[in-house]
C-alpha cells in the first residue's frame, strides 16, 4: 500500500505508491486501494471547483491524478483550475507556485498548457502530454492521466525524476489543493505494476448476441480507401447487429448489402436520418424519435425474445439544451412502449438498448435521464418512469480497449478536446445479461495480436471513433455463475449467498429482504431452464 505525507514547505516533503492499474474511464472503482494524498477543506472556495480530496497513482506509462470538488463542473471546458506539476523536484526551475517550481502548467478548462524547459516557455496541447481525462460529463469527482515518457516540447522529456510534485489551483476563487505552506511529493516507481490483462475478441459462448455502436464518419465504409479497414474490423469482430451514426449519403439498404458483401449471410435494415441499423435478424418495425430511431428487432432465436433497440446521434458539443430535448423524447418512447395504448406494447420480458454517438460532453443530468427516465420537460414529453421494465434504472456499459486501460471511445488527436467517452451501449438488465465487452483500437494493439486477428496497426483510425462491443444472453435468474448451464455450483452460490444475504441470491420483491420468495424464484428458474 503506498504511503503518503504532505509537509510544510520548509521541509523535505516524502511521498510513495504502489503502482496501479488505473484505467481512465470516468469511474473510480479501481481506485479503492489508492491512499489518500490529500483532503482539503470543503467550503474554503467561492464557485463551483471547491478543491477536496486529491489521489495519486501510477504505472510504467501514465501519472493519474484523481480529485473531487465540493460542486459540479465540467473539465474540459467553462473553469479556471491549474494543474502544476514540478517533475524535477526542484523549486528553483519552472514556474513559481505554490511552494515549487513547475514544468508543466496545464490549463484543463482552456484545453491547453506550458511546458517550461531551462527558461523557454512551450504551449502545449493534450497530445503533447497524451492527456486523458474523464467524465466527459459536468462532475464532482474526475480522473487524467499524463503520458510519463512525452516530450512536450518535442526534445525535452517532462519527467526527470523519480519525484514530483503536485499543486492545483482554481484561479477563479484561490482555492489550492495543498494549502499555502504544504508541499505535496509523490515518489513514482514504487513497487511493481500490475499486468493489463488483455480482453478476448471472443465471445464467452458461441450463442451469445454480439451487438455493435459505431460512428463511422461521414460514410466513409462506402470511400474505397476506407472500405477495406471497416472491413478487416467488422469481420473480426463478427457482429449480430450493428448501429450506425454518421452515415448521410447512402440508404439502408445501402448499407445492409454493404455489410453482407463484407460478413456474408443474410441481413436486415432501418433508417432514420443518419443512424443505421443493420441486423441479422429481422427488423420488426422502426419509429423516428426526434432525428434518432427505435427498432424493435425479432431475436427470439438467440435470447428468446424480441428487442426494442433506440439508435441515436445526439447534437454534439455546447448544445446542452438540444441534446436533453432528445434525450426527454427516447425515454417518453420508452415509457410509452412499455405502457397499454402506444405505437407498440412490450412485455416486461422484452429488453431495452440506447446505443450510439450520445455526445455527452456537457451537463451530467442527460446520462442521468437516460439511466433513471428522469425526463425534464414533462410538460412536453410526459412523467418519469424508470426505464427498466422491473421499474429499475437502466445499465451503462464501462468498457475498456482490448489491450490498454483506456475507455475513451472517440479520439481526434488534432481536436483541442482530448480522447472522451462519446459512445454508448445502455440496456435493462431485468431481462437481459452481459456476457462481455470491450473496445476496438488498433493502434493500442500488439503486433502478435493485430498478426492473429488480421488486423492492421491504422484500420480504427478509419473513424474518430472506436468499435464498443458487447455480448448478450437472455436474463436467467438461477445462472449464478453466468455460465449458461444451471448445475451444482449454481445451488451452492444460492444456498451460500442466501445464508450470507448476499445480493446474488436477491432474486425477488421486495428486494433487500431474503425470503421464501427468493428460494420459489431460484427454483422455477433452475427448474425451468435458460432460454
Sequence with gaps: MKH?????????????????????DGFFDDWAGVDLAWQDPLGDAGGPVD???????????????????????????????RLYLDTDADAGTGIAVGGIGAELEWRAGDRFGIFVHLGVETVVRHNDIRFRG????????????????????????????????????????GDT???????????????VASAVATRSFERRHPDDLRIITHNVLSDNPFNAMDAPLFERLYSVVDPDILHLQEIYNNSAAQTRDLIASWLGGDWYAASVADCKTVSRYPIVGSWAIDGNMAVLIDTTASIGTEMLCINAHFPCCGNDFNRQREVDAIMAFIRDAYSDGGVL?????????????????????????????????????GPDQAPDPDGTDLINIV??????????????????????????LIYSDSNLTRRHDFLVYTPEMSAG??????LLAGDSDAS???????????????????DRLLDLSDINAFVIGFMNQDSIADLAEPFGLFDLADVIAFIASFTGGCP
Design 4 to 24: 503518503i505525507t504532505a509537509l510544510l514547505f520548509f521541509l523535505v516533503g516524502s511521498a510513495a505508491a504502489d503502482q496501479a492499474p488505473i484505467t481512465i
Design 177 to 191: 489543493l495543498p494549502d499555502a505552506g504544504s508541499v505535496l511529493t509523490y515518489t513514482l516507481d514504487v513497487g
Design 345 to 381: 406494447t412490450l412485455g416486461s420480458e422484452v429488453p431495452v438498448m440506447i446505443a450510439g454517438d450520445l455526445n455527452l460532453v456537457g451537463f451530467s443530468q442527460q446520462i442521468v435521464t437516460l439511466l433513471t427516465g428522469d425526463i425534464q420537460n414533462e410538460t412536453l414529453y
Design 51 to 81: 478543491l477536496g480530496s486529491l489521489w495519486i497513482a501510477d504505472d510504467e506509462r501514465f501519472l493519474f491524478l484523481r480529485f473531487e470538488s465540493g460542486g459540479e463542473f465540467d473539465l474540459s471546458e467553462n473553469n479556471n483550475l
Design 464 to 482: 474518430d471513433h472506436l468499435v464498443v462491443v458487447a455480448d448478450f444472453a437472455s436474463f436467467c435468474p438461477a445462472d449464478l455463475n453466468d
Design 134 to 173: 474523464g467524465p466527459t460529463v459536468s462532475s464532482t469527482g474526475f480522473e487524467i492521466a499524463i503520458g510519463r515518457d512525452t516530450l512536450p516540447d518535442g526534445v525535452n522529456e517532462l519527467f526527470t525524476g523519480s519525484q514530483i510534485r503536485v499543486v492545483l489551483v482554481d484561479t477563479g476563487s
Design 399 to 424: 468498457s475498456r480497449q482490448t489491450e490498454k486501460q483506456m475507455g475513451y471511445t472517440w479520439r481526434s488527436d488534432s481536436s483541442s478536446f482530448w480522447p472522451g467517452h462519446l459512445d454508448y
Design 449 to 454: 495480436e493485430l498478426t492473429a486477428r488480421g
